[in-house]
């Protein structure tokens, strides 16, 4: 089959990756790229580097957050989903 309705075909090369992963890659990133945006709009370089530091330091503890929750969630065999309704769950 081919044209623009073919099915896309799974890369054996990649690894799945994981949102946790992707979020803290985006963070990383604009811990460099609002720095660079302050420098580029007059903002001292003191002030830029403590942005770039502040950032990264909650980026850090946000990593290790989402961490320790997903460790969290694993032990407890949690479903991905949001909530589920138990057996003896009144329903209306």
């Known amino acids: 089959m081919s044209g623009p309705h073919r099915p896309a075909e799974p890369t054996s090369g990649a690894p799945d990756r994981d949102g946790v992963t992707d979020l803290v ?3 990383a990133f604009s811990c460099f790229l609002v720095p660079v945006a302050l420098l580029w709009y007059g903002t001292s370089f003191a002030g830029a580097v403590g942005t770039a530091c502040g ?5 850090g503890a946000c990593r290790l957050l989402l961490r320790r ?3 969290v969630a694993a032990r407890r ?3 991905r989903g949001g909530r589920h309704a138990g057996q003896n769950t009144p329903v209306d």
């Open 25 to 27: 890659r985006w963070a």
């Open 55 to 59: 950032l990264a330091a909650v980026t």
């Open 69 to 71: 929750s997903e460790r």
């Open 77 to 79: 065999g949690a479903r």
